[in-house]
Nanobody, 122 residues
Framework: QVQLVESGGGLVQAGGSLRLSCAAS????????MGWFRQAPGKEREFVAA????????SYANSVKGRFTISRDNAKNTVYLQMNSLQPEDTAVYYC???????????????WGQGTQVTVSS
């Protein structure tokens, strides 16, 4: 049974930083991309960032480019999202995702995490 367990969410002031982690288990994730989506209140879920299995390729939503950095540790089956210069509009539930590279087109991944809340106060 595949499990994606996120951690690292919380409350931060505007301009602050948070680091999200997502540990995957239950199968071999070689060749899978790992990434993050988010859903703000009253809005649709949207793609945030993704990284390829080899970490050779990354993709970011325009709204987070230059502020967020995605990385992964394949030995630990873990993906990270370093979020800097956070703004109130970044407030959302952040979901870990594992799937094909198609997730960068905002399509559903093969596996979802349960989500972690990120709240940025002004």
């Amino acid at each position: 049974q595949v499990q994606l367990v996120e951690s690292g969410g919380g409350l931060v002031q505007a301009g602050g930083s948070l680091r999200l982690s997502c540990a995957a288990s239950g199968r071999t994730f070689s060749t899978y991309a790992m990434g993050w989506f988010r859903q703000a209140p009253g809005k649709e879920r949207e793609f945030v960032a993704a990284i390829s299995w080899s970490s050779g390729s990354t993709s970011y939503a325009n709204s987070v480019k230059g502020r967020f950095t995605i990385s992964r540790d394949n030995a630990k089956n873990t993906v990270y999202l370093q979020m800097n210069s956070l703004q109130p509009e970044d407030t959302a539930v952040y979901y870990c995702a594992v799937g094909g590279w198609r997730i960068v087109r905002n399509t559903d991944p093969d596996y979802w995490g349960q989500g972690t809340q990120v709240t940025v106060s002004s």
